[in-house]
């Protein structure tokens, strides 16, 4: 094994050592990128001087680094995908990619990726775009500092930003995706770590994976989108110290848990969205260290969720706290600091003596019928409120918090 690894590192280093750098600019020998690409060897490098360049179909077919000057434009003027990598080792940086074709058959891509390791796409700026960046079925890739927006109007005539399919052990790093339809879409793709990336206006979601198990997402701001995140059908995720703000909508959420197992939510900031977390059919899940400011609902438990646990959480200012659609509550509540709370503490332990009840007879009502949100603020809801704390009817009568904080956490 160590003697075919050795003939591996000579041929390798005998590759870079040959590697040679082409040029590509009006007056060149190459004036186009596609020529230069292709008669490129293995692990040279491309590099691409600043001016409009008008190409599709850009194909990548072996390792090689991809690289613009003084971010040149590379226009594909409507009529379809622009670059695709089919190799390992590319390293792609440096362009204004635009004018990605669109299509009701065809995804599109300002820049795809096929069955490849080891790649690098990063510094790019696309604009007028269908899908910006895909992955398929590539794995052990880098997706860093780019800049992604769209014009997407409608869901059914616009791609996403980033789009994750079949691809493992990628990261994607400090990304901006703005009005598209997805920011970031993963499907059966696992071990992913998404960084402070900003994602924003979309049309439909700011992040939105499905089947995807073992990822983290950390540091991301979602905001103004039509809805936050949505997270489906997924085990061992970590979401930690992520902003989401402003999805506000009839249908809207700052995220969205479904079938959703063995996760940690710490650390993370629900502010000013119709619902913070919407939640169904999720289990095993550490709530914990995470501000809800300002939101229409913090939490929306919905069937089928157990074990769950809400720790050391501010719940600021919302207009309900939890709304919950049973009356069974298998989920632990304690510690957590409601700014609603009107209890006392008489031995100044930093702990209410009594026990708050954070579901409002009021947001049962209002789940059954919609309508009579408008009595929000009326005297007759705070006394059935009021009425349902003292004997549950309702409402569980084991879920509460024995330990309300008296200061914020």
Same mark, same amino acid.
């Given at each position: 094994m160590s003697y075919k690894w050795a003939i591996g590192c000579i041929l390798f280093g005998f590759a870079?050592?040959?590697?040679?750098?082409?040029?590509?600019?009006d007056s060149c020998m190459y004036t186009s990128i596609k020529d230069a690409v292709l008669m490129a060897k293995a692990y040279d490098t491309v590099l691409v001087e600043q001016g409009i360049y008008k190409e599709i179909n850009i194909r990548i077919d072996k390792p090689l680094t991809l690289k613009g000057l003084d971010l040149p434009i590379?226009?594909? =003027?409507?009529?379809?995908e622009i670059i695709t990598i089919v190799s390992d080792d590319v390293h792609l940086s440096g362009f204004l990619i635009r004018n990605v074709g669109t299509s009701y058959t065809t995804d599109y891509a300002a820049v795809r990726v096929i069955k490849s390791k080891n790649f690098v796409i990063e510094n790019l700026q696309l604009e007028q775009l269908f899908f910006g960046i895909y992955l398929e079925k590539s794995d052990h890739g880098k997706v860093i500092n780019n800049k992604i927006k769209g014009d997407a109007v409608e869901e059914f005539n616009s791609g996403n930003g980033i789009h994750l399919w079949y691809s493992n052990h990628v990261e994607v790093l400090n990304n901006r995706i703005e009005k598209v339809r997805d920011g970031i879409?993963? =499907?059966f793709s696992d071990n992913i770590l998404i960084r402070n990336n900003e994602s924003l206006n979309n049309v439909r979601y700011g992040l939105h994976f499905m089947f995807s198990n073992e990822d983290s997402y950390e540091k991301n701001l979602f905001e103004n989108n039509g809805a936050g995140v949505a997270v489906m059908?997924?085990?061992?995720?970590?979401?930690t110290d992520n902003t989401f703000r402003?999805?506000?909508?009839?249908?809207s959420y700052g995220l969205l848990l479904k079938e959703i197992y063995d996760a940690e939510i710490k650390n993370n900031r629900f502010i000013r969205n119709t619902i913070a977390i919407n939640i169904e059919g999720s289990?095993?899940?550490q709530y914990s260290l995470n501000d809800f400011i300002n939101n229409g609902w913090a939490l929306k438990v919905k069937g089928a969720c157990y074990t769950n646990t809400f720790e050391q959480n501010n719940f600021l200012s919302n207009s309900f706290d939890i709304s919950y659609n049973s009356n069974l509550n298998d989920n632990k509540f304690e510690g957590n600091y409601w700014s609603n709370y009107s209890g006392y503490d008489l031995d100044k332990d930093g702990i209410g003596d009594v026990p708050y009840r954070p579901v409002k007879l009021f947001s049962y009502i209002v789940n059954r019928t919609p309508e009579t949100i408008i009595l929000l603020r009326s005297l007759f809801m705070d006394m059935i409120n009021f009425s349902e704390r003292v004997s549950p009817v309702f409402t569980p009568d084991n879920l509460i918090d024995a330990r309300p904080q008296m200061k914020q956490i």
């Open positions: 870079f050592v040959q590697a040679e750098t082409i040029r590509v600019c590379i226009d594909g =003027e409507d009529k379809g879409y993963l =499907e059908f997924s085990k061992n995720i970590r979401m402003n999805n506000w909508g009839p249908t289990n095993r899940i």
